[in-house]
């Protein structure tokens, strides 16, 4: 015998498509959630590790400024500790040039001359005297040119002094101006 289907199948087809569509539409939008979910849980995990990272930079950049300035107070402690031991050797240096201007002037010093007055101002020194005739002054002038320790002897002022019975002067003042000299 012959099958009929008398039923509407037609209407069953449809019904069943019908719920097809609707469950992958719901798979759809579930799927459409998971991954709208998933991305942004992803994206909160990559902002959450850059800020950790960014506080991290934070930090380090203050400690580094802490750092830095601890290294500008070292600086200026250096600095300041330079100039004082610069002061010192600068005292040292001139507690011996002293004492070798001094040691200069002996050995340039011959008899008939003597000092009354010797200043220094930095380089330059002012020498006061007398002398018994002006070719001592001249030999005087000369030997500081040749010394090693002063340099560009210069006469400010020669004058007579005393005069003895017979006019004659005893003795003659001068004042005569030099340089000291670095190396020479």
Known sequence: MTRINLLPWREAERERRKKAFFA??????LAAGL????????????IDRQQAR??????ALRDLDS???EIEDLERELERLISRAEVIQDLQDGRTAVVQLLEEMVNILHDGIYFTS???????ISIQGRSRSPQEVSVFLQNIDNSTLLGDPDLDS???????GEGQPRYYNFA????QQSNR
């Open 158 to 164: 020669f004058e007579a002094g005393g005069a003895d």
């Open 118 to 124: 010797i200043r220094q101002r930095n380089s330059q």
């Open 35 to 46: 991954v709208w979910y998933g991305a942004t849980w992803y994206m909160d995990s990559l």
């Open 67 to 69: 750092q830095i300035a």
């Open 176 to 179: 005569a101006r030099t340089t």
């Open 24 to 29: 992958q539409l719901g798979a759809a939008v």
């Open 54 to 59: 960014n506080d991290r930079i934070q930090q």
